[in-house]
């Protein structure tokens, strides 16, 4: 490919360029504001040019992502991809915002921007002039990069990117966010981008015509048709109403079976290695409160945060890989068909569908939501799916209704989903109908053309993605983790009896541990609470400590009844199964495990994700209306639950 | 390419997107008010006058579109949207399926 033509404007009318701009200001605030259309290549772009500099944080108040990096001493701001600045969707209001200098991504100041760097595609020339005249309308310096120059070449597609400029006004560089061709000039561009000399239309109708005249003079195109039977031909297929969903399925399962069994193997590592070392902690120091903080708060704490890392980063690599071979802009359409009556969009199943995995990741891809209702019911919604937290409570129960029945385990660990989704459609429905009312915007969507995913891109994501990840949920996770061990821990209760085995002192002391701590008096104080659901004290600790993290209640359990935590012994199972209440009848009667079965499968048990709805949506009020709802739906279902199931026996 | 433009436009020989059969071509026709839904529309680029050509029939509807990009570029949209874009018919899925760019010239 031939290097791309730079073109540099003179500025015969001695408006301000962004340097003198700058002279007014302090050089370190500058910002430069990337706008363009969706599926222009401006994040690849971006990502050229900024590589792992680039941070992802929100527009305050927003639901919007917010990718941002310190390059050549300014920040460079991707906004979100527009076809307008004049439309009322979150992403145009976003960037109206950005550029009257009124909203910036959190941790940067807010002032107008210093230089606009608009990002246009070779191969869609006339349709991305919109873009161009409405930020050449806002009079200030600017460039626009022609990109994807490589492929408008391979199609035919000849650009004169000097007499393009000399339309416009402004700098015009040719480049490819993908090779990086260009991409050196146009940062110099940007550096000495000047207010484009000539103005632009403002209406609809003007800008077009202005856009159809610019193009005649500065492109070419070639004569002959592309031939796309083959494209024709997929998007049939993948947007079949019974191909399509076959398909889907199975990409959905393949991908989902690749994160599942992929993750293990370091999750496992994490899981041995953060064990490896508490147990050299706690062998190190003397017994007290300090190993315990460590070991109990602390390590514990941070190993349960990082071992969700594996999946996050699997599942958003996988993802992104998916998303730039373009297939999941066709699977969109298809499930958009299931979800509309039910007042979310097709852009909802990828949220959905990873908050089976983890509800943290789930509603982190909620961002891919374009319509902010839809993307906050789906918030909502995403922890009624059941997670891989929930899994370990499922196995207990599921065990404990059907010991001698595997066939019907199965059907009751399916059960388990089912009513998940269920739930999850009848809230989004209930939601849609009340609070965020009006109908779920039909969908319009650009199918970006077939090809193989960028490698590079797919991983600076997941580098963003996993960092956003442990900065945000886990300096929390491990906060409420410390809060949970002292609970548990304090008050130090002693027990005193002779004629016993260290084993048997230990488990005996556990128990009473378990028993007389803050965490036992809060389960005792409580009960009351959970008395109609059947739950006796150790039930009741067991769910509260849940709140944590839902796979918490196996461990607790067995600390409780037995005295150890390693619940992958089955004896420990089997003794959590035959565990008595204080007045020796059992704990897990048949009524008692239907009743907390429902409660597991419906309610919010997991403050991480509270903690990260309410960063998503953009306020705590709707992660409280997600506990609230998800509480209530969970208790009335386990009373029903408790009260048919003892009815009936 | 609004509701009550509809009758209007169909008396002037155009008919809704969805009345497309597969490879049929036709230009965007559009009459009334600019609703927040035409102008995303016109800014995808189905603007007044462009080529499209229709892949897919259904649920959700396929078009490519031709003249207003050069290079050519697929839009999929519900049957509701496509059901309110008018389109004066040029060419029979028989005939050629595919149109040349429109507006070209040798800058």
């Known amino acids: ?649 | 390419m609004v509701d009550h433009a509809q009758s209007n436009a169909q008396a002037n020989g155009s008919i809704p997107l969805t009345q497309l059969t597969r490879g049929q071509s036709g230009r965007v026709q559009i009459d009334g008010a600019a609703t927040d839904e035409v102008k995303m529309l016109r800014a995808m680029g189905l603007r007044p006058n462009a080529s499209i050509t229709m892949c897919r029939l259904g649920e959700p509807c396929i078009i490519s579109l031709s003249g207003a990009c050069g290079g050519g570029c697929r839009i999929g949209l519900a049957k509701e949207i496509a059901g309110r874009v008018m389109i004066n018919v040029e060419s029979q899925p028989d005939a050629q399926t595919e149109t040349q760019p429109d507006g070209q010239s040798n800058g």
């Open chain 1, 1 to 649: 490919m031939p290097r791309p033509k730079l073109s540099r404007m003179a500025n015969p009318t001695g408006e301000l360029s962004m340097s003198s701009v700058d002279s007014v200001q302090d050089i370190s605030n500058r910002i430069i504001a990337v706008l363009g259309n969706p599926n222009v290549g401006k994040t690849t772009l971006f990502n050229r040019i900024a590589g792992i500099r680039a941070k992802t944080s929100n527009f305050p108040g927003t639901t919007q992502d917010a990718r941002h990096a310190q390059c050549c001493g300014a920040m460079l701001i991707d906004l979100p991809g527009i076809y307008s600045l004049d439309l009322e969707v979150s992403e145009s209001v976003v960037c109206r915002q950005v550029l009257d200098g009124d909203l910036a991504p959190t941790g940067v100041e807010a002032h107008v921007p210093n230089a606009i760097l608009v990002v246009i595609d070779a191969t869609n020339l006339m349709r991305n002039m919109t873009v161009v005249a409405e930020a050449i309308a806002r009079r200030l310096p600017m460039v626009v990069a022609v990109n994807m120059m490589d492929l408008a070449e391979r199609q035919g597609i000849h650009i004169d990117l000097e007499r393009f400029g000399e339309c416009i006004g402004c700098t015009v560089v040719g480049c490819s966010g993908k090779t990086g061709e260009g991409v050196d000039e146009l940062m110099q561009a940007v550096e000495s981008a000047t207010i484009p000399d000539r103005s632009a239309p403002t209406e609809l109708d003007a800008i077009e015509a202005w856009g159809d005249d610019i193009y005649s003079l500065v492109a070419a195109a070639r004569e002959t048709p592309v031939d796309d039977r083959l494209t024709d031909r997929l998007d049939r297929a993948f947007t079949h109403p019974l191909l399509g969903v076959v398909t889907f399925s199975v990409v959905m399962t393949g991908l989902f079976w690749v994160i599942f069994k992929l993750a293990a193997i370091p999750m496992d590592l994490i899981d041995a290695w953060f064990g490896t070392l508490g147990g050299w902690v706690s062998g190190v120091l003397p017994d007290g409160p300090i190993s315990g903080l460590l070991v109990d708060g602390i390590i514990a704490g941070i190993g349960g945060t990082v071992i969700f890392l594996p999946q996050i980063v699997l599942l958003f690599f996988l993802l992104a890989l998916l998303e730039g071979t373009g297939y999941l802009a066709r699977a969109s359409f298809v499930i958009d068909r299931v979800l509309r009556p039910f007042g979310m969009s097709g852009h909802a199943f990828v949220p959905l569908l990873s908050s089976h995995a983890c509800a943290i990741p789930g509603i982190m891809a909620a961002r891919s939501v374009p319509d902010p209702k839809d993307r906050l019911a789906t918030i909502l919604v995403a922890p009624f799916m059941s997670c891989s937290a929930r899994i370990p409570v499922y196995v207990l129960l599921t065990v404990i209704l059907f010991p001698d029945s595997p066939g019907m385990q199965a059907v009751a660990f399916t059960s388990c989903y089912v009513i998940g989704v269920l739930a999850a459609l009848f809230s989004s429905l209930l939601v849609r109908r009340t609070i965020l009312k009006g109908p779920s915007r039909p969908m319009a969507m650009e199918l970006p053309s077939y090809r193989l995913p960028d490698l590079r891109a797919a991983a600076l994501l997941t580098y963003d993605r996993a960092m956003m990840f442990l900065r945000k949920a886990g300096t929390l996770i491990v906060a409420i983790s410390i809060v949970l061990w002292w609970l548990g821990a304090y008050p130090n209760t002693t027990v005193s009896i002779a004629d016993t085995t260290p084993e048997q002192r230990e488990v005996i002391a556990a128990k009473a541990q378990a028993r007389h701590s803050f965490l036992g008096q809060i389960g005792d104080a409580i009960q009351p609470v959970f008395e109609p659901l059947g739950y006796d004290r150790q039930l009741t600790i067991g769910v509260l400590a849940s709140f944590a993290a839902r796979e918490v209640f196996v461990s607790t359990m067995a600390v409780q009844v037995v005295g150890s935590d390693d619940a992958e012994d089955d004896s420990v199972l089997e003794s959590i199964a035959n565990a008595t209440r204080d007045d020796g009848t059992p704990v897990f009667t048949r009524a008692t495990s239907w009743s907390l079965l429902v409660y597991y499968i419906l309610a919010m048990l997991c403050l991480p994700t509270l903690v990260v709805t309410a960063k998503e949506a953009g306020g705590w009020r709707w992660a409280w209306l997600q506990l609230g709802w998800m509480t209530l739906l969970a208790y009335s279902g386990a009373l029903i639950a408790y009260q048919a199931v003892s009815l009936l026996s």
